[in-house]
Each structure stands twice: as structure tokens, then as C-alpha cells.
């Protein structure tokens, strides 16, 4: 069965620095999404990508945030200037987007943690 | 404004036992998609049930239930005979059409299934 992978599992960085976070979706489909996990806390959007561009973003999705797709299989999220704040799970998804509500499927998730 | 509220923090059964998970939402659309989403352990999100507004109709899957109702706004999930595996956090979430089509999560309810 297609699934959402995402890389790495676990990433640690430094206050201050770049980070990107890999994700790649499942083939066919077309709306890819970012959401974020504080440990302990409810699972939170970022933002949504179609057709090549941001479709939505939260009040959270600031200039820090950034997102790509750079190939026909990968969807990338970069934090350009890392906080302890950003510490947390970010998950991807996807969706077929031929309606909205369609069911969203999720990576496992890559863990940041900002020091 | 849309919003989902999992009054549930944490609930404890022992295995076997029948237990319910409670969901309600608020929303100003007549046209919206509600889902469940499981997280074990382990971190990932596990779709588990994706309804839409017009479709009142409780649904069953195995051991697992979904009753919706409009008239209280609730669209709460029992799990039937309970097994270990079944401990995770689960995930009520609201997408609203038209809008975004991002995923309003609630806080979750972490399950413990005690053996």
C-alpha cells in the first residue's frame, strides 16, 4: 500500500541554523500538506501545496518557513533560521485533492530538536 | 470559527472493556468532513475514519464505532472489546468546505489499555 515517507526521522540542529525536512508523498496525489506536533500538544497546520504553490498557511507558517517541491517526488520544508521554539514532530501529508476534505495520509514524522 | 474539543485527556480501561472517545466540534459551515486519526506509541498518524456532514449514519468497522450527531455537534468513536494494542493517542479533526483544506485537530485522548 502507498504511503507518505518522510527523512529523517530524527534531526538535531543548532539555534540558528537551516534545516530541511524531507518528505515524499504518495504518487498520485496531487495537495501536499506540513503540520506540526509540540511534544504533548495537538497536531497543528502549516501550510498546504498545490499545483506548485502555496495554496494555505497558518499564522504559524512565518517568513522562517518555506516550502518546495524541487522534483516530481519530493516535498521539502526548510526552516531557514531555527529556534528552540521549533522543537517539535512535523508531519506530512497528502491527499488525492480531486475535492476538499479528502481524506489527508500522514509520514511518520521527523522529529526537530532545536538546541 | 471552527474548533474541535476532546474533553478527555487520558483514559485507562482494562482490556476487553468497551470504551468511548468523545468528540465535539463547532463550526459555522453546513458543509464540513470530520475524521479520526489514531498515534501509537510509535509517533506515527493513522487515518482511521473520514464523514461527512450529510451522512449521519453511524458507522462500524470491526471492533471500532462512529456515532455522528449534528443536533450535539459530536461525533464520538467506541472501541468494542479493547486490546493492548489499541493504547495510543487518538485525534478527532475538522475540514471545513468551501475554505482550506487543512485538518483542525483537537488536543487528543491518549487510551491506555491495560492487559
Known amino acids: 500500500e502507498p504511503e507518505v515517507t518522510q527523512t529523517p526521522s530524527h534531526q538535531v540542529t543548532q539555534m540558528g541554523q537551516e534545516v530541511i525536512l524531507r518528505c515524499v508523498p504518495i504518487?498520485?496525489?496531487?495537495?501536499f500538506y506540513w503540520y506540526r506536533q509540540i511534544l504533548g500538544q495537538k497536531v497543528e497546520f502549516l501550510v498546504s501545496?498545490?499545483?506548485?504553490?502555496?495554496?494555505?498557511k497558518s499564522e504559524i507558517f512565518d517568513d522562517q518557513f518555506s516550502v518546495e517541491r524541487p522534483d516530481g517526488s519530493n516535498f521539502t520544508l526548510k526552516i531557514r533560521s531555527t529556534k528552540l521554539e521549533d522543537s517539535a514532530m512535523y508531519f506530512c501529508?497528502?491527499?488525492?485533492?480531486?475535492?476538499?476534505?479528502?481524506?489527508?495520509?500522514f509520514g511518520p514524522g521527523t522529529r526537530l530538536t532545536v538546541l | 470559527a471552527q474548533k474541535v474539543t476532546q474533553a478527555q485527556t487520558e483514559i485507562s480501561v482494562v482490556e476487553k472493556e468497551d470504551v468511548t472517545l468523545d468528540c465535539v466540534y463547532e463550526?459555522?459551515?453546513?458543509?464540513?468532513?470530520l475524521f479520526w486519526y489514531k498515534q501509537p506509541p510509535s509517533g506515527e498518524l493513522v487515518f482511521l475514519i473520514r464523514?461527512?456532514?450529510?451522512?449521519?449514519q453511524n458507522e462500524i468497522s470491526g471492533r471500532y464505532s462512529w456515532n455522528f450527531q449534528k443536533s450535539t455537534s459530536s461525533f464520538n468513536f467506541t472501541i468494542t472489546a479493547s486490546q493492548v494494542v489499541d493504547s495510543a493517542v487518538y485525534f478527532c479533526?475538522?475540514?471545513?468546505?468551501?475554505?482550506?483544506?487543512?485538518?483542525?485537530f483537537g488536543t487528543g485522548t491518549r487510551l491506555t489499555v491495560i492487559p
Open positions: 463550526t459555522r459551515d453546513t458543509t464540513y468532513y
Open positions: 464523514r461527512n456532514s450529510f451522512d449521519e
Open positions: 501545496f498545490y499545483n506548485n504553490e502555496i495554496s494555505e
Open positions: 479533526a475538522l475540514s471545513m468546505i468551501p475554505g482550506a483544506n487543512n485538518l483542525f
Open positions: 501529508a497528502s491527499s488525492t485533492g480531486q475535492r476538499r476534505g479528502d481524506t489527508q495520509y
Open positions: 504518487s498520485n496525489h496531487l495537495y
